[in-house]
């Protein structure tokens, strides 16, 4: 063997390496994202009531930009992780990736299209900022429950994919409840809805249930260079 191969790094070694670069990258993003998240909950929190109104209003707030951060934060994240399952060995479908690119497209397009106050008329903005959130909100655990099955048929990865598919039935039924929790505005009078809600505290839990399946993967990335994850 000459020198050269002997100093040189095996490819399974450099390609671990990276993918570690990568999912620390990710969980970088993603504290950002819930940094600004409490910094949002914390200086808001006379203007947005966070059991009745979800977290897009912070971007009709004087702190737009922030919640524009937050949101690419997070979008910024998923493409770091992305790029870290797959250099990890993890099975990444096109499937998997599509659903992903989804989840940062509908993210990236409510950071710029701003909502309507809760009850207030619908605008162009506020309808794009829907049907992206929508899509960001069925695109993520979709594409969990995907990289599960496929993570499944490898050993080395069956525990990642239990937990993938626990995290899984916990992020549909949070975003059972959401959806549920926003029908009283659907639902109700043009003018305006003045009873009870609790969609932001429901979606808010949504978030936390994503951000948990997020950062899991996320962490098996960096475990998988060590032991099997």
């Known amino acids: 063997m000459s020198t050269l191969e002997t100093i040189r790094p095996a490819p399974a070694v450099l390609r671990h390496g990276t993918a570690g670069a990568w999912a620390a990258a990710a969980i970088a993003c993603f504290g950002l994202s819930v940094g600004a998240a409490l910094v949002l909950h914390l200086t808001q929190a006379a203007r947005v009531d966070p059991v009745r109104q979800v977290i897009s209003d912070y971007a009709l707030s004087p702190a737009a930009g922030l919640f524009a951060g937050c949101v690419l934060a997070l979008a910024a994240g998923t493409g770091c992780l992305l790029a870290g399952l797959g250099r990890a060995g993890l099975a990444v479908s096109r499937s998997v990736v599509a ?17 309507a106050p809760t009850g207030a008329p619908m605008t162009f903005s506020a309808e794009v900022h829907r049907y992206a959130g929508l899509v960001l909100f069925v695109s993520l655990p979709a594409a969990a429950g995907l990289l599960a099955r496929g993570a499944a048929h490898h050993p080395a990865h069956r525990g990642l994919a239990g937990r993938l598919r626990r995290h899984t039935r916990w992020a549909w039924g949070a975003l059972a409840v959401f959806l549920l929790s926003q029908l009283p505005v659907l639902l109700g009078p043009s003018g305006g809805f003045d009873g009870p809600l609790f969609q ?30």
């Open 99 to 115: 659903l992903a690119c989804c989840w940062g497209a509908g993210l990236t397009l409510c950071a710029f299209f701003p909502t």
């Open 200 to 229: 932001g505290l429901t979606e808010r839990l949504v978030f936390v249930v994503y951000l948990v399946l997020l950062g899991e993967a996320a962490l098996a990335v960096l475990r998988s260079g060590r032991k099997p994850c």
